[in-house]
């Protein structure tokens, strides 16, 4: 009996050690996070309030993380992107416990452009070749690089075409951006100019621009000077890509890419071109001689098929009809006025003339016979 309750105390006593030891241990600190998130380009700091609760901090001591394996970038204070695997050491009671957390640096952060040209300028005839980068430049804390969407951009043909800007960094974050190249004869000089002047067939017009009711006329009666060249209106120029993202968000089948401004020079040789190929007389009917196109003014643009065309399709041709008035456009060459406009029908040509789109467009007339003005031909 004796013998029994002998074995009996000792059970009960192993058996209170083992809860005694049980809750010790449950009571012991323990971290609670093991993982760790930072942004390349700042600097590792975790503390102990980071890892501990409020209760667990009040009964560790010697606390210490090892960040030796965690490599800094040359001459930086902040570590290479990459995953590291620290050792954390505390103690309590004297009793020393080890463990470890996982800390991971990525880069997230896109780069930034700190240098960007809406309009780029380039002379006809370059192609994919040409070098951009004095247009544009990219921060970032790895190395950048630019690539060049040049395939909506046309570059043996003046107009304004969309390109597509793209910054990278070393770790695949990239940001685009828009911008519009400009494909124009290179501008010349003042004596160039006064040569091509001389050897011009066409009588050059002399007088400004011919106003009525604030707007710019030109057409077989009224002409431009030869050293008119305003470039692009930059008001019509961002009314005109509204109006092409807008068809484009609605699914109709129209280019980013449109024919804008046309210096004085630039038609001359397009029109003669197309006398030499077709004689005068029909090359009247849909080119303008030089100083009488509308495309010298920087408000008037051929908008194109998605095939490269310019627009004679069904469903374009309607939308634009009954939509360019809302962003300040009119059809300028409409079917049946040839005798009024001097130019067959031309649906792809739209003329910004602002606020007054509107009220044209109501009365269903041309410019010509809006304004009370003389047209027809030259």
């Known amino acids: ?32 996070y093991h993982d760790f998130n930072f942004e390349y380009g700042k600097p590792i700091s975790i503390t102990k309030e980071d890892l501990f609760t409020q209760e667990d901090l009040k009964r560790i001591k010697d606390f210490k993380i090892d960040l030796s394996d965690i490599k800094n970038e040359k001459d930086k204070e902040y570590p290479e992107v990459g995953n590291y695997e620290c050792k954390v050491t505390y103690s309590k009671w004297f009793i020393p416990h080890t463990s470890s957390i996982q800390i991971q640096v990525e880069d997230t952060t896109k780069p930034k452009f700190s240098k960007f040209s809406d309009v780029v300028e380039i002379p006809l005839g370059s192609d994919q070749n040409y070098d951009f980068s004095s247009y544009f430049l990219a921060e970032d804390l790895s190395e950048t690089s630019i690539q060049y969407k040049t395939e909506e951009v046309d570059f043996l043909n003046p107009g ?23 494909v124009q004869y290179e501008k010349e000089t003042s004596s160039q100019n006064k040569s091509a002047e001389n050897e011009e067939d ?41 109006l092409i993202a807008d068809m484009q968000s609605q699914g109709y089948a129209i280019s980013s890419s449109y024919s804008g401004y046309r210096s004085y020079s630039y038609q001359s040789s397009l029109y003669n071109n197309y006398v030499n190929s077709y004689g005068q007389a029909q090359a009247d009917r849909f080119s303008a001689r030089p100083g009488y196109s509308e495309h010298q003014t920087g408000l008037a643009f051929d908008l194109k098929h998605s ?44 003329r910004y003339v602002g606020d007054q789109a509107s009220a044209i467009y109501a009365s269903g007339l041309t410019l010509e016979e809006y304004l009370g003005i003389s047209g027809g031909g030259y």
């Not at 075409?161 to 910054?167: G, L, N």
Request: hydrophobic share 40%.
């Open 1 to 32: 009996m004796k013998k029994k309750r002998i074995i009996i105390g000792a059970v009960s006593s192993m058996l209170v050690l083992t809860v005694s030891a049980g809750i010790w241990y449950l009571n012991q600190p323990c971290l609670i």
């Open 160 to 182: 304004d075409y969309r390109m597509m800007i793209i910054a990278s960094d070393t770790y695949g974050n990239s940001i685009e951006k828009e911008c519009i190249v400009r």
């Open 202 to 242: 066409q009588s050059v017009v002399s007088s400004d621009p011919y106003y009525v009711q604030g707007i710019m006329v030109v057409n077989k009666k009224h002409g431009l000077p030869a050293n008119y060249a305003p470039q692009e209106n930059a008001e019509a120029g961002a009314k005109i890509r509204q």
């Open 307 to 350: 095939n490269g065309t310019l627009i004679e399709t069904t469903p374009e041709v309607n939308w634009i009809a009954a939509h360019a008035h809302e962003y300040g456009f009119i059809v300028r060459y409409p079917s049946g006025k040839e005798s009024v406009t001097g130019y067959m029908p031309e649906p792809w040509h739209l």
